[in-house]
DNA sequence: TCCTTGACGGAGA
DNA sequence: ATCTCCGCCAAGG
């Protein structure tokens, strides 16, 4: 059997997020077993496709904020689909402390 | 092949 | 809170 790729461990921790949680990049790599590999956590959900059913919009930055510009339409979606299951933002950013995922 | 980019992050100052 | 520097490394030019 092959070692699975990077990017299928990356799917693998992002998918069991939970509803109503976050996760930043670093602890996805983290938890993938790709210590300091945060930025390839961001790579690999750059190349989701459009109607991947991964919750990549539950993946933010250690700074509790989303990783686009503001005045961007991805940033909008990512924004609404958190809202959505009631994670507020205040002042463009999500307190870590309430909302971060703790397996 | 070399150089730059980038959905990042932590340590310092 | 803000900024710089450095680590990491796949991809694209």
């Known amino acids: 059997m092959q070692e699975p790729s990077y990017q299928e461990k990356i799917?693998?921790?992002?998918?069991?997020?939970?509803?109503?949680?976050?996760?930043?990049?670093?602890?996805?790599?983290?938890?993938?077993?790709l210590p300091r590999m945060a930025r390839a956590v961001g790579r690999t959900l750059s190349q989701l496709p459009k109607d991947t059913q991964l919750?990549?919009?539950?993946?933010i930055n250690a700074q509790g904020k989303i990783s686009f510009p503001?005045?961007?339409?991805?940033?909008?979606?990512q924004r609404?689909?958190?809202?959505?299951e009631g994670i507020s933002l205040i002042n463009g950013k999500?307190?870590?402390?309430?909302y971060q995922w703790n397996p």
């Open 11 to 33: 799917w693998q921790v992002v998918a069991m997020i939970p509803e109503g949680k976050v996760a930043t990049y670093g602890q996805v790599a983290e938890l993938a077993g």
């Open 55 to 59: 919750p990549w919009f539950r993946v």
């Open 70 to 77: 503001s005045d961007s339409s991805a940033y909008l979606r």
């Open 80 to 84: 609404e689909r958190l809202e959505q």
């Open 94 to 98: 999500i307190r870590l402390k309430d």
